[in-house]
């Protein structure tokens, strides 16, 4: 289904206002097929050369997808996660807040966004159960030939482990693409972690941290934004109290857990927008949501559909406002908060897609529309005089 947004969010808000001069790629499942999936590797280099890429949402086969589609001559890989271990970056999860739809947290007025580092801890995570009493050790055996032991812990009785572990490098990767991407958005900074009880692991974390904060702490400085290290429970606390309006820098696990809550909490997952940046300073922008198959099918039969093309729209500005920065091209910059205020003002005078109709304030005569009715009404608050 966001194949077909896709093109209609090109057609009508993009092309007739823009020279788009983009390289494109053709991650739909036929061609990854047909390319041996070598088009997804493509895609992830040309946005390591070009700096900025957006990217539509697409399908990663199961069982179900082998089946619909017979072709298939392997059960390819998600491209997210292709693309996600070329350009080895952090993912940035922002939610598009507009006045109707009001946060189940109350005193929340400004986006909350969720950085989650993307590699280790239980996500590859060696495990044991054992049935009798013993020792669990932990070896290192360094290619020096450097032996060291620890004893985990020692049971009278059946238990279980596991051993986890993060690379200095990934840590600081991510602790650079956080510190930068607050510098680029002008955003405070959060960091939370759990160091006073994991005083070595965990505090192998804030140190990095620290450390990297070092090289990004003028620029902070300059632009009048913070960074602040909490421990997790306490960051928790101060979350649901905040404003909003942040970064919040969470390890693997904590951003599992706390993006559902956040993303829940401002109303939708079409409402959520999403940016991959890599430690070299690339940009890969895309809908947090997936292809949305359950309204393709009724598309097929005829239905009309509705469904959301924000994130969408909202990938691609995210994407034309950092080409125009990278590039000095305001017009392009200013187009893409153009393009914005027209969405956000469509869904202000009530005009929305079913799903947001579905949450939206009592008394607000929200109208659900078609997709299609939706891209239309923002493209004439463009008007005729939108730049060209
Ligand atoms: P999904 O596409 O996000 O859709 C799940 C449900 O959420 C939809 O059925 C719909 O609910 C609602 N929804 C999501 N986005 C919406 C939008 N823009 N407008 C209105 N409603 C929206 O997740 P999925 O069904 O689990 O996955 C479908 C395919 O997407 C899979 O092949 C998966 O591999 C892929 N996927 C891709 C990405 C990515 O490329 N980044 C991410 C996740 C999933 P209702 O049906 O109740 O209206
Ligand atoms: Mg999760």
């Not at 050369?49 to 089946?67: E, H, Y």
């Not at 059960?75 to 271990?85: G, L």
């Not at 972690?193 to 702490?217: A, V």
């Not at 960051?235 to 404003?243: D, W, Y």
Request: glycine share 8%; proline share 4%; charged share 25%.
């Amino acid at each position: 289904m966001t194949r077909i947004l896709w093109r209609s969010i090109k057609d009508k808000l993009l092309l007739p206002y823009i020279d788009l001069k983009t390289e494109y790629y053709d991650l739909g499942l036929l061609n990854r097929n047909e390319t041996g999936d070598g088009v997804t590797a493509l895609a992830a280099e040309a946005v390591k050369r070009l700096g900025v890429g957006v990217k539509c949402a697409t399908i990663t086969p199961n069982r179900q997808r082998m089946d619909e589609y017979p072709q298939l001559t392997k059960m390819w890989p998600s491209p997210n996660a292709t693309i996600r271990s070329i350009l080895d970056g952090t993912v940035f999860r922002t939610p598009i807040v507009i006045d109707y739809i009001k946060p189940a947290v109350r005193n929340w007025e400004k986006p909350i966004t969720i950085a989650r580092h993307a590699y280790g801890d239980v996500y590859k995570a060696a495990e044991l159960r054992t049935d009798e009493g013993g020792e669990c050790v932990m070896t290192f055996r360094g290619v020096s030939g450097r032996e060291e032991t620890i004893s985990v812990q020692s049971v009278t009785g059946p238990a279980v482990w596991q051993g986890v572990h993060n690379k200095e490098s990934s840590i600081r990767d991510f602790a650079r693409a956080c510190f930068g991407y607050a510098v680029s958005t002008g955003q405070d900074l959060w960091f939370s972690s759990k160091d006073t009880i994991s005083k070595i692991y965990d505090g192998c974390f804030k140190e990095i941290f620290e450390e990297e904060f070092r090289g990004f702490k003028s620029e902070f400085d300059r632009l009048g934004i913070t960074y602040f290290y909490t421990l997790i429970d306490d960051a928790v606390a101060r979350v649901i109290r905040s404003k909003g309006g942040y970064i919040w820098a969470c390890k693997n696990y904590d951003g599992d857990v706390m993006s559902d809550m956040v993303s829940t909490a401002f109303g939708s997952l079409a409402m959520m927008t999403s940016v991959l940046v890599s430690p070299g300073g690339e940009y890969e922008f895309e809908a947090a949501h997936g292809t949305v198959t359950q309204h393709y099918y009724k598309h097929l039969k005829g239905e009309r559909t509705s469904t959301n093309p924000m994130a969408t729209i909202f990938a691609w500005t995210g994407a034309l406002r950092k080409r125009g920065e990278l590039d000095g091209i305001r017009e392009l910059a200013e187009y893409a908060d153009r393009l914005e205020r027209a969405c956000l003002d469509t869904l202000n005078s009530g005009i929305m897609t079913r799903d947001l109709v579905l949450l939206a304030e009592p008394g607000c005569n929200a109208a659900a529309v078609s997709s299609d009715e939706f891209i239309e009404t923002v493209a004439s608050r463009l008007g005729p005089n939108a730049p060209r």
